[in-house]
């Protein structure tokens, strides 16, 4: 079992926190949201009652979408963590420099395999619009 030396439990806590800064974050965008609608919604007709209620849904089912994207990167961090991979490449398992875990605490690629696939993300979307524009053409 490899030792957890200070520095990883220390790592642990801010990832942990955050975690916990994040939640309340989202809880808080929620209430706010939700305030921001019509308070006076129970006076309107019935279709709008309904527009409101939908859009309600809406919003929580995108903060929802949010709220689990975020935690599920926030867990993965904590497990790799936990593993004694935190902080290499899942590339090429170079170390992660301590300034961008700092800016990126989620962060699963050192800065060169991030541009790397940047890039290929980059240029499959160029091909892909390139080869619509060519199947509009031809057809
Ligand atoms: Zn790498």
Do not use: W
Request: net charge negative.
């Amino acid at each position: 079992m490899k030792r957890v030396s200070v520095t990883d439990k220390e790592r642990y806590e801010v990832l942990r926190s955050m975690l916990e800064d994040r939640r309340s974050e989202i809880h808080a965008k929620l209430r706010s949201l939700r305030e921001s609608l019509p308070a006076e919604a129970g006076d309107v007709r019935d279709v709008e009652e309904q527009s409101v209620d939908d859009f309600v849904q809406e919003v929580d089912f995108a903060l929802m979408e949010m709220k689990s994207e975020t935690l599920k990167q926030i867990d993965e961090a904590l497990r790799r963590l936990d593993n004694g991979s935190y902080g290499h490449c899942v590339e090429c398992s170079e170390e992660i420099g301590e300034a961008r875990l700092r800016a990126l605490p989620f962060a699963r690629l050192c800065r060169d395999c991030q541009a790397e696939q940047e890039e290929r993300i980059a240029s499959e979307r160029e091909s892909r619009a390139a080869e619509g524009q060519f199947a509009r053409v031809v057809s």
